[in-house]
């Protein structure tokens, strides 16, 4: 365990009572609690207000563009698998702007964490709905309320047979620090999908209309089981439950490259006779 | 009667093997000695349609597609409605004799009698080979390197048609035969386009990671690198889009990998936001743009220049960036080494901007040599790690030190967000001035790297003709065209496009007594940018966009002397 103090603090530019101080605290221990220290760790973010949470811990950061975290981080992870990489954003930003990267990233199975801080809204650009908004949810931009149906990550997710998925809430610092730390350690791509208030622009999701409805999964719960999880994932509204609700370990992405077997792409130097065979080829 | 440059165009429709047969034609010919240039032009359907494929050999040097059809190879009856009126009557034409025709040199053939419907096109080779004097023997080594693959019996099947079409022509020749006078053979040549010259230029240049959504006609420079990935020591990734594609290749970047992407206008309005990220967060990234005709979906398999303001300008925001635009297949394999050099000394995108004309156009090319290729290192190394790091130090030249993540203790912060000097986000007004001025220092080192436009021709001459990219070839024929019609006559190329520097060419245009801009897109664009460079108007324009590359013929009828 390394000392949570080697990643840091700093100021920020959220609302007093934001969940994200809450994530970022979790994130830090859970990074602690896998041992690693800043300079092993390569954080990935977009745009919003989440996507500036890797600027407020000590570690590799690349904060890209509005929805385009998971591309950058597979092309680093691939560039150096040695990198312990972390997309972390928000729910417009990975299931909205980045929708069919956060698909495609599924489907791949790199061994990277997803951390999305989910607050039904969108916080940046004042209050207009997200992707996992209510449908009827009320804004600015939607007066008549939301009309869509609401992105269930957790579903999609569980559907896709995706390696690890799991649910957590900012208002439960603890049991959520756990799941990053296992999302972190699963080989595979791993999603943590994070409820969150929204102090300022979500006065329906509150913490207390969470706090009501949200409950762990029992110790014993089969996370293996398909059909459990996929069960699970559907449950959301009187009751939401939150834990690691599957795991599937499978062959990641990088392991089926033969050639990041020799190691990291970047050590891997050219070979001037072999360059000569590519020329001599044609 | 023994000729010196020759052009035989292969017409049929998709699918019936024609660019096969070109393609074992072509090979055969520079295995004998003769210089080649290839033309194709397909559409966009994998069945049906009609494509053609050209080949101009000669015993000389050719750099140029050319007008006009000394042997045809109608694989089908719309092929000869299409091109009867580009024949002369010194051509020859091979054609199905159950289809229904009139020009008197015409090689008749029973395909169907002599082989099976899967190898008529073969057949038809073993015509063509009759007329050139190419016997089994020097087809056979051709065919085992591009079919040898396959089955051993489909080998045997093209031998066999191959032979009987060889002695039908032998015994059915038109009394007017062409021949290619002979040269001395020269099997060490390679037969290379542009997109395999830009795809092994990019290996050579230290490529480890390339991402890419298909599109036409840039698809096959990946196609290339996929070939050769393993042995290479590279990934390359099949993105879910091109907006993904530019974003893991920054990525990859940032990370250690030399990385490059590959499409067309299309995909690279696409990628325009990543192009800006890669100017923000100084990240060094490769990015060949295929030009075809546009707007939107245009002509996907035609060829065009029309994307050139599109690159210069596409990404938000201002940043420094570097263009080539290659002229041959030589400068594709040259400039995309070099476009990795400058990319990681500048940390800046740099472009390689050819079109489907290059990009499909096979040449006989001597070798490069494998030894004195210089692939690049990705990053800096750190000096100490007790030393503090700032990833955009404000330095002299703009270029701050850049470490790779994960390699000392050392932590490299990037943003996309305006950023202080180690890469966290900030507001403060003065920082964003100190910010994009160092970025834009970069130019002066950039200006000074950049390649001086190539002069061909008389000094002070009558007339100038500009060009950049692919146009090249063609010019450089029109010049010789124009000489010998003792007209003093020159041309400018430009295989760097951008920045300009005015100094290295503004003398010879105003030493010349008229300017034409030579370029394929219809609102004249490179004219239009060096007259915004330099105050110099140039009002007489050569342009093509029906999607078929220059030929020297076109350019002097348009110059109507």
Known sequence: MTDIKEFGEFETAWCP??????????????????????????????????????????????????????????GAKLANHELTVIAESGDGCMYGEGGNHFIAALRRNLDITIIVHNNMVYGLTKGQASPTSEQGFV????????????????????????????????????????????AIKFRGTALVDILQPCVSFNHVNTFKWYKERCYELPENFQSENRELALETSLEFGEKIPLGVIYENRKKTFEETFAVLQKGPLYTQLHEKKALQNVIDSY | MKREDINILIGGAAGQGLVTIGQLLCRTLINSGYEVV???????????????????????????PRLGIDILVALNEETFHLYRHKLSKDSVMII???????????????????????????????????????????????????????????????????????????????????????????????????????????????????????????????????????????VVEQAEDEISAINMAIGASYAGAPSMVATSGGGYALMTEGISLAGMTETPIVIAVAMRPGPATGLPTRTEQGDLDFVIHGGHGEFPRVIYAPGSIEECYELTQKAFHIAEKYQTPAFILTDQYLADSYRGVTPFAGDSADPIIAGNRPEHENTPYDRYEITENGISPRLLPGHSKHLVVADSDEHTGDGHITEDLQVRIQMVDKRLRKLTGITNDLLAPEYYGDDNPDILLLCWGSSKGAVFETVRLLQKKGIKAATLHFSQVWPLKPDLFMKTLVNAKEVFCVEGNATSQFAKLITRETAFVINKNILRYDGLPFTPEYIVEKLDL
């Not at chain 2, 290839?38 to 080949?55: C, D, P």
Request: hydrophobic share 40%.
């Open chain 1, 17 to 74: 009572g934001c969940g994200n101080f809450s994530i970022l605290k979790a994130l830090k221990s859970a990074l602690s609690a896998c041992d690693l220290s800043p300079w092993q760790v390569l954080l990935v973010s977009g745009i919003g207000q989440a996507a500036k949470a890797p600027h407020y811990l000590k570690a590799n950061v690349f904060n890209g563009l509005h929805g385009r975290s998971l591309p950058v981080a597979i």
């Open chain 1, 139 to 182: 804004t600015k931009a939607q007066p008549h309320g939301s009309p869509s149906a609401p992105f269930n990550p957790v579903n999609i997710a569980v559907t896709m047979g995706t390696g690890f998925v799991a649910r957590g809430f900012a208002g439960n610092r603890e049991h959520l620090s756990g799941l990053i730390a296992r």
């Open chain 2, 38 to 64: 290839v033309t194709q032009s397909y559409m966009s359907r994998i069945r049906g349609g009609h494509n053609t494929f050209t080949i101009r050999a000669a015993t000389g040097k050719i750099i140029s």
């Open chain 2, 96 to 234: 199905d004799d159950s289809l229904e025709y009139e020009f008197p040199n015409t090689i008749a053939v029973p395909f169907k009698s002599l082989s099976a419907k899967l190898y008529e096109n073969t057949v038809a080779l073993g015509v063509v080979a009759s007329l050139f004097g190419i016997n089994e023997k020097s087809i056979l080594p051709v065919m085992k390197k591009f079919l040898g693959k396959k089955k051993a019996k489909y080998l045997n099947d093209n031998k066999t048609a191959f032979q009987k079409g060889l002695d039908h022509g032998n015994k059915n020749h038109p009394g007017n035969i062409i021949d290619l006078a002979p040269v001395s053979p020269d099997s060490q040549k390679m037969m290379m386009n542009g997109n395999e010259a830009i795809a092994v230029g990019a290996l050579a240049g230290g490529l480890k990671f390339c991402s890419f959504y298909p599109m036409t006609p840039a698809t096959s420079i990946v196609l290339n690198i996929i070939k050769h990935a393993d042995e290479m020591g590279c």
